[in-house]
Each structure stands twice: as C-alpha cells, then as structure tokens.
C-alpha cells in the first residue's frame, strides 16, 4: 500500500518544481511516491506548497520542472477532466441551480453515461454519505455538513481511483470534522481507493493517514506514519509542527552508543538520544513530549540523569493534569500527567525534580 519507491507507486512527483512568477520556487524538487490505495496526507503551515502540489496533480496548475506520473504514465500535459481524479474542496463547490441528484449527475453526464446507470451510481453514492433522502434539495437547503456530504459523494459517484481534498473539512464546526474524519476515513477504507488529502491542522492528519507528509517552504520535511512523526521527529521544524514539544537548547557533550548527554546553556546536564547531530560540542535543541517527562521518584527511569524543576502553574484539565515549569531558567516547559487514582497535585512554587527516559528526549539539530 505504501510506496516507497516511483516504480511500485500509483502516483509520483519526480522532481517536481512549480514557481508562480519565474523567480521564487513554491515547491522545490519535490519527490514523492504514493502508493495504490494509501490515504496519504500533505500536512503543512499556510504557504507551505501544499495547495500548489495537489493542484498540480489535479492538472488545474502545470510544474515548472519534474514530471507528475499517474500509474505508470505522465500526465504533465493531461487535461483535468481526463485525469479522472475525484476532487473536494473546503468550500465544496456545488452548483447552487442543480438539485443535490442533478449535482451529483452532472460528472456521470460529462463521461457520456445513460439515464438509469447515471441514477444508480447516484443512489449508490448518496446512501454511501447518508443523503440518500436528499436528493431533490438544493444546496441551498442543506447544512454545512450535509452540503460536503454531497461534494463527497459527488467527487466518489464516478467511481475515480484517486481522490484529492483540499481542507474539505475546514468549514465545519469541530464535533462535525471530528465525525466526518472517521466517515472519510471508513469510506477510504470501503472504497480501496487513493486519498491525496491536504490540511494545516495536525490532529486530522495523524487521525486519517496511513502517512503524512510534513511540508514546509516547499520542501517535505519528512514523510511518515503518523506515529513516527510524533514519536520519532526527523527535525526540529517537525518535532515543533506536529504535537507539543519542549525544546532545551545545549551542546552536546558525550555521544556514544547511540545515546548523548546534552549540557544546557545554564550547565545542567541531561540525558537524550541524537537524532541528525555528529558530533561533541555540537548545539543541539533536544525535543521532549509533555507526556514522557517524569517527576515522581519511584517512577523515574533507573540511571536518568534529572534536572530541578519549579512548578510555575497547575492546571486541571478532567483527564490531565498540565504543569507548566521553570526549567533551566524557562518558564514554559510543560509536562501532562494522566489524573489517575492519588496522582500528586503540583503546587506552584514547588521544587521537584524531572527526568526522562533517554529514548524520549531527541537531540536534533537545531537548524
Ligand atoms: P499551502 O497550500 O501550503 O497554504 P500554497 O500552495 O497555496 O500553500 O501556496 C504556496 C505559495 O505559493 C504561497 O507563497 C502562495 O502565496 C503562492 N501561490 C499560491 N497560488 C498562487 C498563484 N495562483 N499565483 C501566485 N502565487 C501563488
């Protein structure tokens, strides 16, 4: 399913470059291969080249360089619509005339097919997004979420291999896109085909994608499943994008075995696993979750290196506790601990020590 190769991928940008003015470069040598049936997901800030690459995709913008390979073949000089690619799209771009049956019919009519098929695929593809009733409303009759029902539906009914989303969920409130990512979600599943989805927003990216590709200044930062983007950042732009993430900024002092000590600006020393750092006396910024950092003694990692801690806030969340701490002369290092049975309250002002499994603090270069 995941590709990790041009030659066993269903779609793949080769080189791929795309400068709207002839000067700068929006996306820059990109390379990415997707598998047949992947859900892969393009996750990146405002700017990043996201839109840019699917649009390429979709044929509605041409790459300066590179090519774009749809199974097995080029498709740099294809027109959109022989593409045969689903879209949806944030603002879901109905026809606001057309009843919900005829903006459903509408790309069956384009492929040329007869009155009863083009009414059974229509059927069978409202019932798929739960609109079956729905089918003599307009657009304008319908909610936000109904109305992307029916641009799914719509980018499903001609049964297209490949499906591209633009934030189709972006417009909906956040108990309504947290439904509709598992409906997505089942349907890709049901349906064996290939989602290219785009987001800025993390959790709908680790929720939906077999893997994701972190975008920044058009370049992809890293490409992974979602847990390793979480659990193992390949840099520090990915270790801040994806998640909450402490930073401690030091040099590295020991390194060996594929473990290091990092000694901080204010000279305590800690333990952590180096990630793209070489070298002693390197800087370094050493990333560590909220949730790995450890202050109970009988809970602390046998040989941990710890470090003073003063507890700055408290903050009761339901099924948190969040703790914001002084921690080598910052103020925002912040950890979470699950409100178990007896679990210690934190008092601000408080001195505690923390400390951490070297395998959970990663030393990345800092660049
Ligand atoms: P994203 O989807 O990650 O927000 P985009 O692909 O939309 O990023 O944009 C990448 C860059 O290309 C941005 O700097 C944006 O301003 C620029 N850009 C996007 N579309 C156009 C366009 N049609 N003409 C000129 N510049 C554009």
């Known amino acids: ?15 791929v ?18 598998g047949k049936g ?49 879209m949806v799209f944030q603002n879901y771009a109905l026809f ?27 059927m069978r593809a409202l019932n798929m997004v739960q609109m079956g009733k729905f089918v003599n409303r ?12 029916i641009a799914l539906a719509r980018a499903l009914v001609f049964d297209p291999s490949l499906v591209l989303m ?20 089942h349907l890709h599943e049901s349906l064996g085909i290939t989602v290219v989805y785009v987001t800025h927003d993390q959790g709908e990216a680790l929720t939906m994608s ?12 890293q490409l992974a499943p979602p847990s390793d983007l979480y659990e193992r950042p390949d840099n520090s732009f990915v270790a801040q994008f994806i998640g909450e993430n402490n930073k401690l900024p030091g040099t590295i002092e020991s390194l060996e075995g594929g473990k290091c000590t990092v000694r901080l600006e204010t000279g305590e020393v800690i333990d952590a696993t180096p990630v793209n750092v070489t070298e002693v006396g390197a800087k370094t910024l050493v ?45 925002d290092f912040v950890i979470k601990s699950r409100n178990t049975l007896g679990q210690r309250v934190l008092a601000a002002g408080e001195k505690i020590k923390i400390g951490w499994a070297p395998q959970d603090a990663r030393a990345l270069d800092p660049q």
């Open 287 to 331: 990333s560590i979750r909220p949730e790995r950092v450890e202050f109970k003694p009988e809970m602390m990692p046998a040989g941990a290196h710890t470090i003073d801690a003063e507890v700055m806030e408290f903050i009761y969340m339901g099924d948190l506790f969040r703790t914001r701490l002084k921690v080598a002369g910052s103020e």
């Open 38 to 86: 992947e859900f892969l997901t393009m996750l990146g800030p405002s700017g990043s080249g996201k839109t840019t690459c699917l649009m390429m995709l979709a044929g509605f913008e041409t790459a300066t360089h590179g090519r774009i390979m749809l199974d097995g073949v080029n498709i740099n000089e294809v027109p959109p619509h022989k593409r045969g690619i689903g």
């Open 1 to 15: 399913m995941v590709a990790t190769s041009p030659n066993d991928a269903f779609v793949a940008f080769e080189h």
């Open 138 to 149: 307009r657009p304008a009759q319908l909610s936000g979420g109904q109305q992307q029902r």
């Open 96 to 122: 606001p005339h057309m009843t919900v049956g005829e903006n459903l019919s509408f790309p069956l009519e384009v492929r040329g097919m007869g009155k009863s098929e083009r009414e059974a695929k229509i």
């Open 17 to 34: 470059q795309k400068s709207y003015d002839g000067v700068s470069l929006v996306v820059k040598d990109l390379n990415l291969s997707i």
């Open 166 to 185: 633009d934030e189709p969920l972006g417009a909906l409130d956040k108990q309504l896109r947290e439904h509709m990512q598992f409906e997505i979600k």
């Open 210 to 221: 077999d893997r994701v590709a972190v975008f920044n200044d058009g370049r992809i930062q």
